[in-house]
């Protein structure tokens, strides 16, 4: 039986939201392994001089923790 545990990562990039979802995925791998899956949550940007100076996610990242 495969057991999987779901953690909450933000992340942000000055180039767009594939970006900081990258972002979040290559963070929680420095300390996660078997990531299988990653669930965009919520999208938000930072706004300076009528354009988007800043995008930001808050993903759901799944792995596998047990057989």
Known sequence: ?????????MA???KSFEDAINNAVTEASKTVKNIKS???KDMNGKV????ISSYGVTTKISFHVGE
């Open 38 to 40: 990653v669930y965009v």
């Open 1 to 9: 039986m495969a057991v999987v545990k779901v953690i909450e990562v």
């Open 12 to 14: 942000t990039s000055n």
């Open 48 to 51: 300076e001089g009528n354009k």
